[in-house]
């Protein structure tokens, strides 16, 4: 069992930055991959990025490559992701995910455990 527990949302500007960081319980977080999603009203849950267990592998949604960056700290059971240049499209909740694999998917059904999400609101 893994709780995940997402935090660093907020209301900044366009171009902006904001961290997010996704603090998981249990001992064995790195045995599990890890995904970020975001829901904006009116969409479905999009992936966004990802990394492998051991962090050594990272993927991006196209929208958000090059502005922003996912890593993890396993001594601290943290998932991080740093949003930069932030968009007024990027406004949504953004949720964490975890899968008892090695690899992260993009497909939401592929995670066995969520957070209950971080609002990031980027005004114009």
């Known amino acids: 069992q893994v709780q995940l527990v997402e935090s660093g949302g907020g209301l900044v500007q366009a171009g902006g930055s904001l961290r997010l960081s996704c603090a998981a319980s249990g001992r064995t977080f790195s045995s599990y991959a890890v995904g970020w999603f975001r829901q904006a009203p009116g969409k479905e849950r999009e992936f966004v990025a990802g990394i492998s267990r051991s962090g050594g592998t990272t993927a991006y949604a196209e929208s958000v490559k090059g502005r922003l960056t996912i890593s993890r700290d396993n001594a601290k059971n943290t998932v991080y992701l740093q949003m930069n240049k932030l968009k007024t499209h990027d406004t949504a909740v953004y949720y964490c995910?975890?899968?008892?694999?090695?690899?992260?998917?993009?497909?939401?059904?592929?995670?066995?455990?969520w957070g209950q999400g971080t609002q990031v609101t980027v005004s114009s």
């Open positions: 995910a975890a899968r008892r694999a090695e690899m992260p998917l993009i497909g939401p059904n592929e995670y066995d455990y």
